[in-house]
């Protein structure tokens, strides 16, 4: 019942891993070909292709781990999709109801772990509810501000010589859970009049644009007012990023321009974003002198860090094409000479700064270089699969992303590890597209094991390993507030990566100096069937800037080693 | 300040875990809680007081919402409410305290519920700082021995309801 109903939800792929708990659901899975299983190598790479299928394509994952230990290293995956709200369905095996609460062999409360990070989760007590209840997890998981949902199933609920009538619901409706499919018109009403008297306005976007199918409406909306658009790391391709009003990232390494405009601003108008520590720095400190209009799903996520002049619940996409309607049907229009003058201002800005860093200080390769690299060898058309620490500040940084859907990356709960799954899973549903893992030699040690998945399945992703030999985000808060004290920060003994991949059966490429870059590049990419893995040499001691002053305001930022604003 | 939230939610397994785990989660204080069916058996009644600021208590009842559960959330001091609670105390009663407990416990009309030669048990309804007054009104010199509070329960005054 449980694979009938994921054929019958559409499901094309899972991933998994099997395991005692799990084993009647196999044995159905080997008799079916609609549903296809992706034998992972580790529970936690399953979850984190599961979320990057959601990632892309804007539709739940399906993971499917045993009891036990294979829920539990499904967690981290569990974690990260809840919170960057990305839609998915973990199943978990467990173990035979009567035995639930005995220690039994691989028992664990997975309902009672998982708890704190998934949008909900559910236990099953009858094998005839499974259609209903994975109908159920589907349409929480992917409705509203999506998350990942967990349905555990004990061992007898399976039992294949237990017959049980089969129906799958076409829809479902839950009386205690009720999605917004709209916002307030009398507040997109009142936003709208204060967007066309704005003199300083920005467009702050986040992750709700790109997951909630918003960045056209966006687009719109921001070129109908001329109005400068900013991105918060899970929004990037939300908006265009080789647009002129694109002002780049906002945040703790966000751009100058976009700090600096943020700060200036009499007017913000944000969508899908939440108001992240990582964005405002110290909130009492945060746009003193703007009013702030916030869109969001989720009325929790609305005046939970900085208070909000004017709320609007409701999906990202209906409340912009609201607001571009009467914009559109407006007599008013916005103040041209004061917009043009702001973009006079942010222009200043833009070229006092734009994302400059140094090339000539040193011999070695900058992680910038590799970035912008890719960016051109791909055309900015790939899909970049990120780990987590400098390489993904200069990913999000250097790479130019026209197109939502293709900037997937940790980036609420920091995991690393997640960008090599998570280019797995893309380049599965997407055979024909450029693909790539940007990640670290730190990250890349964390799911490594993969490569041998990779090699099974024929997924031929590109893995560009930018190597500093150290954890460079941890080694550049050492070197900014721990006097250089590299406390655990660097790696003895890393392998070579080359004959490593080798062994897997794939190919790879050692990169030390920027001459050969663009080259091995366009051969890694030339090579459409291999997964190739680029080692690639990057200067260790390269820090990530803009860097926000710790409690300071948005505009407080150190632009280099030397320099701070 | 204090607030007290009723909750009506699915009487579900592991229903009230979510409640009880997202106050942990969020760092949000409980001062009691309490929760049983209501007439419609397949949903319960809880009801939370906690003290917060503004902010905090309506991120709670926002978090709350968000429970899949959940089915509906009020704060029932934003209006007019009653708010009960239940004590069972019971006291050591010898010699002249015997009188003498009986006498504070007319005066806060509350009854006697179990007596040995030793000991009376008290039972108290009424707000949480009735409840409170009765054990201060009790003295040093009293025999506390047990004491079980229900935590509170609440209702809005006037035709307001809360259900589905």
């Known amino acids: ?565 | 300040m204090r607030h007290i939230i009723s909750v009506l939610m699915e009487n579900e397994p592991g229903a009230l875990s979510r409640v009880v785990g997202l106050f942990s989660q969020r760092n949000y204080n409980i001062e009691s809680l309490n929760v049983a069916p209501t007439e419609d058996a397949t949903l319960s009644r809880l009801t939370v007081t906690t003290i917060g600021n503004d902010r905090v208590v309506e991120q709670i009842t926002k978090q709350l919402n968000k429970l899949i559960d959940v089915v509906k959330v009020v704060d029932l001091t934003e209006g007019d409410h009653i708010e009960r609670e239940l004590m069972m105390i019971k006291l050591k009663a010898n010699g002249q305290m015997r009188a003498e407990i009986k006498r504070t416990c007319d005066i806060f009309r509350g009854q006697i519920i179990d007596v040995t030669p030793n000991t009376y048990t008290v039972q108290l309804i009424g707000a949480s700082d009735k409840l409170d007054a009765f054990i201060a009104s009790l003295g040093n010199t009293a025999g506390i021995m047990e004491v079980v509070r229900s935590g509170v329960s609440g209702i809005a005054r006037g035709e307001k309801v809360l259900s589905i």
Not at chain 1, 148 to 158: A, E, G, L, Y
Not at chain 1, 520 to 538: G, T
């Open chain 1, 1 to 565: 019942m449980v694979v009938r109903a994921l054929r019958d939800e559409g499901v094309k792929y899972i991933y998994g891993y099997p395991g005692g708990a799990l084993l009647h659901v196999y044995d159905a899975l080997f008799q079916q070909e609609d549903v296809q299983h992706i034998l992972v190598r580790h529970e936690q790479a399953a979850t984190h292709m599961a979320d990057a299928y959601a990632r892309a394509t804007g539709k739940a994952g399906v993971a499917l781990v045993t009891s036990g230990p294979g829920a539990t290293n499904a967690i981290t995956g569990i974690a990260t999709a809840f919170t960057d709200s990305i839609p998915m369905v973990v199943i978990t095996g467990q173990v035979m109801s009567h035995l639930i609460g005995e220690d039994a062999f691989q028992e664990t409360d997975m309902l009672g772990i998982s708890r704190p990070v998934v949008k909900h989760n559910f236990s099953i007590q009858r094998p005839e509810d499974i259609p209903a209840t994975i109908k159920k997890a589907f349409y929480i998981a992917q409705s509203g501000r999506p998350g990942p949902v967990v349905v555990d199933i004990p061992k007898d609920m399976t039992t294949p010589t237990d017959r049980f009538p089969y129906e799958y619901p076409k829809s479902v409706k839950l009386r205690s859970y009720n999605p917004i499919s709209r916002g307030h018109s009398g507040q997109i009403r009142k936003a709208v009049d204060m967007l066309l008297q704005a003199r300083r306005p920005v467009i702050y976007t986040g992750g709700g644009i790109v997951i909630g199918g918003a960045s056209d409406e966006l687009t719109e909306l921001a070129r109908l007012l001329n109005f400068p658009v900013t991105n918060t790391l899970m929004g990037l391709g939300g908006y265009p990023g080789t647009d002129r009003q694109f002002l780049g990232m906002l945040g703790m390494h966000g751009s100058y321009e976009a700090n600096m405009a943020m700060h200036h601003a009499d007017l913000i108008l944000a969508v899908g974003a939440r108001f992240d520590d990582r964005v405002t720095n110290a909130c009492d400190k945060f746009c003193p002198t703007a009013r702030i209009i916030h869109v969001d799903i989720d009325p929790a996520s609305i005046s939970k860090t900085i208070r909000a002049d004017v709320p609007i619940v409701g999906p990202s996409k209906v409340v912009l094409e609201e607001m571009v309607g009467l914009v559109k049907e407006s007599v008013k229009k916005p103040d041209a000479q004061a917009t043009d003058s702001w973009w006079k201002q942010i222009d200043e800005w833009r070229g006092r700064h734009g994302g400059h860093y140094r090339t000539d200080d040193s011999e070695l390769m900058k992680p910038q270089q590799v970035i912008e690299m890719l960016s051109k060898v791909t055309n900015g058309d790939a899909y970049v699969c990120s780990d987590v620490g400098q390489h993904q500040m200069f990913a999000a940084q250097y790479y130019k992303f026209n197109k939502p859907n293709r900037w997937i990356n940790s980036g609420g709960l920091g995991t690393m590890g997640f960008g090599f799954p998570a280019a797995m899973g893309v380049k599965l549903n997407f055979p024909d597209a450029d693909v790539a893992c940007v990640t670290g030699e730190g990250s890349i040690q964390m799911n490594i094991q993969e490569l041998s998945t990779c090699k099974q399945y024929d997924l031929p992703v590109k893995i560009l390993c930018l190597n500093n030999q150290s954890l460079g985000m941890v080694r550049q808060w050492q070197d900014m507030n721990y006097e250089s004290r590299h406390s655990q920060s660097y790696m003895k003994s890393l392998p070579d990566f080359v004959k490593l991949v080798e062994a897997y059966g794939h190919v790879g490429i050692k990169v030390d100096k920027y001459s050969d870059l663009e080259a091995a590049m366009r051969e890694a990419f030339a090579l459409k069937d291999r997964l190739v893995f680029m080692d690639i040499a990057v200067d260790p001691f390269e820090h990530v800037y803009p860097m926000q002053v710790p409690r300071g305001s948005m505009r407080d930022m150190w632009l280099s080693k030397t320099e701070r604003t």
